[in-house]
């Protein structure tokens, strides 16, 4: 059950990679995706967390799938809001073209009596989706109705951008539910894991990932990233990004350090952990950095919406 709040209801999936104590503090439910490690099936943020999660997959990389929601777990959680008084429910997704949920939770939403529903699609997935969604709750907060706070957050989606490095062994198509193209469509898996070879992948305003730059060596591609985000703040203004870590906190230290120029103006708004669906795709030591100008998304309200509650994370 989520904090009552005035106007509407949030209700997103775990591919935001923001933690549990971050959505409760928010006022935001959740509605895990899910990993299947062997034949135990567990749900992110909820029954396995990210440091648990690198251990166990870095050990059994061969038997994990991941699964979007299902359309009865999404209209469960509608209706539950539903019964507690929400007349208007915003459900927001990971990019369509990495997954199903979106789907799923539209079809949730014309099973859903009740309450006016819109899924939004983020058009992006970890760190770009905890962007929009941020932008979303804010705005509800701050009194704004509905369908402005939608179309703020779509805003959002659209200028906001995600550049990635997944690691050398990345499995983009791990689990039912992918779209065909998933985070990672065009990778040559088994070439990429022989050489060492990563790449920058940029996950743009329509929510496919296209691969911009190569190298085997992360300062090289971290140098590609810097420069990518400051063209980006030349043509948009001073920017404020998220970090994403898979779990190898050298790697996001060799990313940061381009980051620390007088090019450009930015201001970074918080660090994430992949959940275990993102690890699962991205691989374990996968960076990334998610981005949107500031004239959007205010630091101050970003660092509102991120702050972590110590109490509840602990």
């Not at 929400?86 to 997704?93: D, G, K, P």
């Not at 699609?121 to 369908?147: E, I, M, N, Q």
């Not at 996950?203 to 990932?209: L, M």
């Amino acid at each position: 059950m989520i904090e009552s709040r005035k106007n509407f209801a949030i209700v997103c999936d775990s591919a935001c990679d923001l933690p549990l104590s971050v959505l409760e503090r928010a006022g935001v439910a959740l509605v895990p995706l899910k990993v299947r490690i062997a034949d135990e099936t567990y749900r992110d943020c909820i029954d396995i967390d990210a440091p648990d999660y690198f251990v166990s997959f870095s050990s059994r990389t061969g038997q994990v799938n991941t699964y979007s929601p299902s359309v009865e777990e999404l209209a469960d959680v509608y209706k539950s809001l539903v019964s507690q008084g929400y007349t208007q429910i915003v459900s927001v997704h990971v990019s369509s073209e990495m997954r199903d949920a979106y789907q799923n939770a539209v079809a949730a939403a014309h099973e859903t009596k009740g309450a006016r529903i819109q899924v939004m699609d983020t058009r992006g997935t970890s760190g770009k989706f905890a962007l929009v969604l941020a932008r979303l709750a804010c705005d509800r907060d701050a009194g704004f109705g509905v369908d402005e706070c939608v179309a703020r957050a779509v805003r959002v989606a659209q200028e906001s951008r995600m550049l990635v490095i997944p690691s050398a062994a990345a499995r983009p198509d791990h689990g039912i539910g992918h779209r065909s193209r998933g985070i990672l469509g065009h990778v040559t898996s088994l070439q990429r894991r022989a050489l060492g070879i990563r790449g920058v992948f940029e996950i743009n305003g329509e929510g496919q990932a296209n691969e911009l730059f190569r190298s085997s060596e992360l300062s090289r591609l971290s140098g590609f990233m810097a420069r990518t985000m400051s063209a980006y703040a030349q043509k948009m203004g001073p920017v404020i990004y998220v970090e994403v870590s898979g779990g190898v906190p050298k790697f996001l230290s060799v990313v940061e350090k381009p980051l620390d120029t007088n090019e450009f103006e930015s201001d970074c708004a918080a660090v994430l952990d992949t959940n275990p669906t993102t690890t699962s795709q991205l691989g374990v030591g996968a960076v990334g950095l998610a981005y949107v100008p500031q004239s959007l998304l205010d630091p101050a309200e970003a660092a509102s919406f991120f702050q972590v509650d110590e109490a509840l994370d602990s």
